[in-house]
């Protein structure tokens, strides 16, 4: 589920090395971000729609949840583990979100 990067820089310095045209370069690398956030937007939802499932059927919401594992206060079941895994994963994306878009978290 979790994207993977492409080596983008690379391709950008190949693009500035050719002496390709600058807005050139920058439409590519915006078109790049784009497709990034797109791919990012599309995993966050995911990791939602998995993580409402563990909210519901344990009563708490991911944050509660996660700040109860932090603490020992939840056993180690599975279901514990993969909903632990896919906040981390969430909050991962989330930032990588926030990066890419520039804001600041």
Do not use: H
Request: a negative charge; aromatic letters at 12%; one cysteine or more.
């Amino acid at each position: 589920m979790v994207m993977r990067m492409y080596p983008y820089a690379d391709v950008i310095e190949k693009l500035v090395e050719a002496k390709v045209d600058r807005d050139f370069v920058e439409q590519t690398l915006q078109k790049l971000l784009e497709r990034e956030r797109f791919i990012i937007q599309n995993n966050l939802a995911d990791c939602q729609k998995e993580m409402r499932v563990f909210e519901k059927k344990y009563g708490m919401n991911s944050d509660e949840f996660l700040d109860r594992f932090n603490k020992g206060k939840v056993d180690d079941r599975d279901d514990y583990i993969k909903w632990f895994s896919l906040k981390d994963t969430y909050d991962r994306l989330k930032q990588l979100e926030q990066d890419l878009s520039g804001e600041n978290a």
